[in-house]
């Protein structure tokens, strides 16, 4: 697999409840490593563009919302087959089919409000770490 990069992201419903320590925790307990992270309110056309894929999705206009309801923690996150590992530490999108001990099942409020974000592959990885961080902000 290799070492591997990903992005990861806090959302508004985290931070609203002070979790940004406790998910970290989950993250790095997992030999995940936060290589980059800084805390931001994103613009509505920030969270458009970021989300664009989902565009035709009915969820899309709530999403955007949600995601500019409060500051969100961008990160980026390193290690063996980051991606995967990362995906498995958060549980599924809605937190009902979450498995015990992810920070989905333990944290997300709904489908919707779920916590975390995080890219799903790697290729994706690699445009998603683009659109938040130049270079010189990831210290691995
Ligand atoms: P994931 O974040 O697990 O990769 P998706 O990429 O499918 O999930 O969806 C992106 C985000 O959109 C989800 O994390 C969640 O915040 C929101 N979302 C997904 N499905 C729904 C839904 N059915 N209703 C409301 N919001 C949703
Ligand atoms: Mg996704």
Known sequence: MGVERTL???????????????????????????IAQKRLHLTRGQAEKFYEVHKERPFYNDLVEFMISGPVVVQVLEADGAVALNRKVMGETNPANAAEGTIRRDFAESIEANSVHGSDSAENAQNEIRFFFSETEIVG
Do not use: C, F, M, V
Not at 8 to 24: M, Q, Y
Not at 26 to 32: C, I, Q
């Open 8 to 34: 990861s992201i806090i959302k508004p419903d985290a931070t609203r409840r002070n979790l940004t320590g406790k998910i970290n925790a989950r993250l790095e307990d997992s030999g995940l490593k936060i």
